[in-house]
């Protein structure tokens, strides 16, 4: 069973376009987050919720909107795209909000922009 | 703010090499400590990790120990196998946000 996973995996588009990556967990867990990792392989935060709630919003640009239907899922909405968002985007869940829990990672959505 | 610096990659072994990868951090508060592992084309999976000073990681014969006296978390291994390459990633978790905050990753090659 997949603990959190990502569609689609692979995601080639134009300059300009809009598009929605989706993520799913089926561990339970309470938080979820979203990653951009760049083409040098750092990866940073970008947004993180809890119970559905936006708790960390780590200034990025608001071309970018995550959506929490549920605990289960949360999706990023990119409108407007542009080269520099090119990069691999990693959906994450964790139990609870806290230090001290591991975070399980999705496969990863690598988004190229042309 | 919270930082990770990690050495410089890509690291290369022969097996059964010893492996060593520094870590440093700079943090506010008690951070819990990370390791994460992606091996090529994969997502992230938690390697080991220690919540509070002096305590150490483990887990498939990496090991590294939580030193709050040197903010340090070196990964080591006694004897690396060439499925061990992979991009290995320090990470932190600070301040009583879940979020983590990564080093630059360092590669490993193995080679046989």
């Known amino acids: 069973d997949t603990a959190v996973s990502q569609t689609p995996k692979y995601l080639v588009t134009q300059m300009g376009n809009d598009k929605s990556i989706k993520c799913e967990q089926n561990?339970?867990?309470?938080?979820m987050y979203w990653y951009k990792q760049d083409s040098k392989k750092f990866l940073k935060i970008m947004f993180s919720?809890?119970?559905?709630?936006?708790?960390i919003n780590e200034t990025v640009p608001n071309r970018f909107s995550p959506k929490s239907p549920d605990k289960a899922h949360l999706n990023l909405h990119i409108n407007s795209l542009e080269l520099g968002d090119s990069a691999v985007y990693f959906c994450a869940s964790s139990q609870e909000h806290s230090v001290s829990y591991e975070q399980y990672f999705g496969p990863g959505t690598r988004l190229t922009v042309t | 703010g919270n930082s990770v610096t990690q050495m410089e990659g890509p690291v290369t072994l022969s097996e059964e090499a010893f492996l060593t990868i520094n870590c440093t951090y700079t943090a506010t508060g008690y951070p819990s400590l990370f390791w994460y592992v992606q091996y090529p084309g994969e997502g992230l999976q938690l390697l080991l990790k220690?919540?509070?000073?002096?305590d150490k990681g483990s887990n498939k014969g990496f090991e590294a120990t939580y030193r709050k006296e040197t903010t340090s978390f070196h990964l080591e291994k006694g004897s690396v196998q060439v499925s061990d390459s992979a991009v290995y990633f320090c990470?932190?978790?600070?301040?009583?946000?879940?979020?983590?905050?990564f080093g630059k990753g360092t590669m490993l090659l193995v080679s046989p």
């Open positions: 561990l339970g867990h309470d938080t």
């Open positions: 919720y809890n119970n559905k709630e936006l708790i």
């Open positions: 220690a919540t509070k000073a002096d």
């Open positions: 990470a932190l978790s600070a301040s009583g946000y879940s979020t983590l905050t």
